[in-house]
């Protein structure tokens, strides 16, 4: 297979990233070397994004507040939502590592249970709940929420 080599005259970035799917889609590049590309085009424009955002606003701003219209989008500038920093205050510190320690009980729970099903009778295990029958005990289990498989990328550091 083929690495993506842009060299093609496009008319937009839309383009040549249309072009890197289609290849990719018909075979004719791998698709590895196509998604570290896209991937590092999409970092590039992130970055750049974060560089003139600033820029951009004062932009906006020259005409006043409100919703305006920039070739055929509609554009606002916005306040971000308040963000509280509970930090220092004891009483969220101590409920806070409360419930870590929650969490982390029931986690260790749910590890061990294939471990007790195993080895103990008089068990049961639905989605939702364990019953330990020796104690009567009915513990409401955790929903398990398996993450997505993802690839996770890092590039070499270029040389100053």
Do not use: W
Request: charged share 30%; net charge neutral.
């Amino acid at each position: 297979m083929k690495q993506v080599i842009l060299t093609q005259d496009f008319n937009t970035i839309e383009d040549g990233v249309k072009a890197i799917t289609k290849q990719v889609n018909e075979g004719n590049i791998e698709p590895n070397n196509a998604y570290l590309k896209l991937k590092y085009l999409s970092k590039v424009c992130s970055d750049a994004l974060k560089n003139i955002e600033d820029l951009a606003i004062d932009e906006i701003d020259k005409f006043g507040s409100g919703e305006v219209d920039i070739n055929g989008c509609k554009v606002q500038v916005k306040n971000s939502p308040t963000r509280y920093d509970f930090s220092e205050i004891t009483e969220i510190i101590h409920l806070e590592a409360q419930l870590k320690s929650a969490k982390h009980k029931y986690k260790e729970l749910l590890k061990a249970l294939p471990e007790k099903l195993n080895y103990k009778y008089g068990l049961e295990v639905d989605n939702t709940t364990f019953v330990d029958e020796e104690s009567g005990e009915e513990i409401k289990l955790p929903k398990v929420l398996k993450g997505k498989r993802i690839i996770s990328v890092k590039y070499p550091k270029k040389s100053v």
